[in-house]
């Protein structure tokens, strides 16, 4: 059990060793990373079963007794976000290895992606408030380097985007030394049980500060308003496979420790600081939206999508530091949980999708494409799937995941921010029906749609495959909805 | 000692600070590299700062008595490696996107954002633009 726990982040260190070292082999490297993902999703599931059946597992490095050591903590939370980052990598692995993007990746593509994903796992896995701005500094390192690589639209666009990726994330990681500092000085521990044991002995208004700097991190790291605009701005920049990894975990690893700060290691949290993470929820929310109507680019709209989709997740674990009691605080936090899951998926999904009708109509604008109805009718089905779930229309995973959310916001009433939630839901129907009628229904603005010879059949397995689980997810959402309520029963110190 | 770590840590946040908010890239840029080092200094601060004595267990002796908090050192030590590595990144990305577009405006550079001058215009009525 002990090694278990941190293998997850040992197989993709040692996936981005091996593809270093091929970097000249380029055939092997991309065999390698296909494995290497592939053990990564075997050993995740595995732990997840392992952590649902014996319940969390733990394991200290370095030798020293457990509030110094550097703690390795899995509980279910966890285990199920790092099943689906082991489902991302090998999904964005196996697209890649179909020709979407006009050019081939850059030879360093694999090993970065592979230091994102150690580095998104070890966030995952800590139990350590230092080690968790270690492993996002990882995160950023690697995320920078594959902004960097390639050349895509001319050398301007990749640095442009990494200058505007690069600024608000490095403030929001100084932020996030800060918040570490303040709360080593006023508690003496960083180890998140010893925090969590600490934190009542402070005074109120002690800990409403030193939570309030560890969440404004963590929420520009998770692109909520008003620090968003860095990812509509650099996402673009990546190619296709790339950007659907990133769009469907980055952001989600900051909500995720947001869920885990104020959920588990401060709880209960300063009441003050749940309303305004409600409102700055509700406001993300309509921004992102908002930003989404106006663009005509596939990957910008689709980029404001996840800022908006992120506000969902931030108002589900708002409910939860608000709630009344332990049970309604479950359902929140399960809800917020289980909106991660269907997020995560659907939204990479859409971003390999975007991809495709790259790769078919040869433009990412809107206005420059259409027509696939008529050519490719699959594409469009496949298409349907995840945009009808972003939307949250019955009975697909979205429509359970807004029910979630909106219940808890209804039994707490919160009316204000359930109708917000309800007209983004009504705007987001607007962006995907835009995406609908310019790329799919329309005729395509020029006679003759150039043809395409590229073999795309990694990518077509792909989208189906995750299209299927999203059809899974919401015809039988109830399997999921048990995990996600047990997994946050945990929090806060629970059994 | 430590009136005059705090004095350097709030003069130097804001002045960070001052800088980070500048248009002009290679400021920005320069005053997160300060900003880090401020960091820095509230976490040195963050241990047992009136001891002056070393981190390290004296010879003969099996625990620590008045000597600095080893922990916080280790965290700046960390602290510096990453943000120095960060630091000299973005000079160079800052120095490339100078050199290649002779700007250092953040308003000008809109390479990955559509121009805000530039009407947002539906399909059906950019072609009624081109007909005539």
Known sequence: ?495 | MMPALVCAFWISLAASLYLVLSRDTLRCVIGLGLMGNAVNLLLLASGRLQYTQPAVVPPGESALSLAANPLPQALVLTAIVIGFALLCFSLVVVMAIAERSGKDDLLLLRHTEPEDTAPVVPSFLEKEKETP
């Open chain 1, 1 to 495: 059990m002990t090694t278990l726990i941190l293998l997850p982040v040992l197989t993709t260190l040692a996936t981005m060793l091996c593809t270093i070292f091929t970097v000249r082999r380029q055939h092997w490297q991309q065999w390698i990373s296909l494995v290497g993902s592939g053990t990564l999703a075997c050993v995740t599931l595995i732990l997840l079963q392992q952590v649902l059946a014996k319940g969390p597992a733990l394991t200290a490095l370095g030798g020293w007794p457990a509030p110094y050591a550097i703690l390795f903590r899995v509980d279910a939370l966890s285990a199920v976000m790092l099943v689906l980052t082991a489902l991302m990598a090998c999904a964005a692995l196996v697209y890649m290895a179909s020709e979407v993007d006009p050019l081939p990746p850059h030879p360093l593509t694999h090993p970065l992606l592979h230091g994102a994903l150690a580095g998104i796992c070890g966030a995952l896995c800590t139990a350590d408030l230092f080690n968790l701005y270690v492993w996002f500094e990882v995160i950023l390192v690697c995320a920078l380097g594959l902004l960097a690589l390639g050349n895509l639209g001319g050398r301007m666009l990749q640095l442009d985007a990494v200058y505007k990726y690069f600024a608000p994330n490095l403030l929001a990681t100084l932020l996030l030394l800060i918040a570490v500092g303040l709360i080593y000085a006023a508690t003496g521990y960083l180890q998140f049980d010893a925090l969590h044991q600490a934190a009542p002995a402070l005074p109120e208004a002690l800990v409403t500060v030193l939570v309030a700097t560890l969440l404004l991190a963590l929420l520009i790291k998770s692109a909520a308003f008003p620090l968003y605009a860095w990812l509509p701005a650099s996402y673009p920049a990546l190619p296709v496979a790339v950007m659907a990894l990133f769009a469907g975990l980055l952001t989600k690893v900051g909500t995720y420790a947001i869920l885990r700060m104020a959920g588990d290691v401060f709880s209960p949290t300063p009441g003050i600081l749940m309303e305004g993470l409600g409102w700055i929820a509700a406001i993300t929310m309509v921004a992102g939206v908002l930003g989404a109507a106006y663009h005509w680019d596939i990957r910008r709209i689709l980029s404001f999508h996840i800022i908006s989709q992120i506000g969902y997740i931030l108002l589900a674990i708002a409910l939860g530091g608000l709630a009344p009691d332990s049970t309604s605080a479950h359902n929140a936090y399960g809800a917020a949980l289980f909106y991660t899951v269907h997020h995560i998926i659907v939204k990479a999904n859409l971003f390999l999708l975007a991809g495709l009708v790259f790769a078919c109509t040869g433009s990412f604008d809107l206005r420059r494409v259409g027509g696939l109805v008529a050519s490719h009718p699959l594409l469009a089905l496949l298409f349907a799937v995840p945009a009808l779930s972003l939307v949250g229309v019955p009975p697909l995973s979205g429509f359970w995941a807004k029910l979630l959310v909106l219940q808890e916001a209804l039994a707490q009433g919160r009316m204000l921010w359930a109708a917000i939630a309800l007209s983004v839901s009504f705007l987001t129907l607007y962006s995907m029906l835009k995406i609908w009628q310019e790329a799919f229904w329309k005729a395509h603005p020029s006679a003759k749609p150039q043809k395409t010879s590229r073999s795309l059949a990694p990518a077509w397995l792909t989208i189906t495959v995750l299209s299927g689980i999203t059809l899974l997810l919401g015809i039988s959402p109830q399997q999921l909805l048990a995990v996600s309520v047990l997994a946050v029963r945990s929090l806060g110190g629970g059994p």
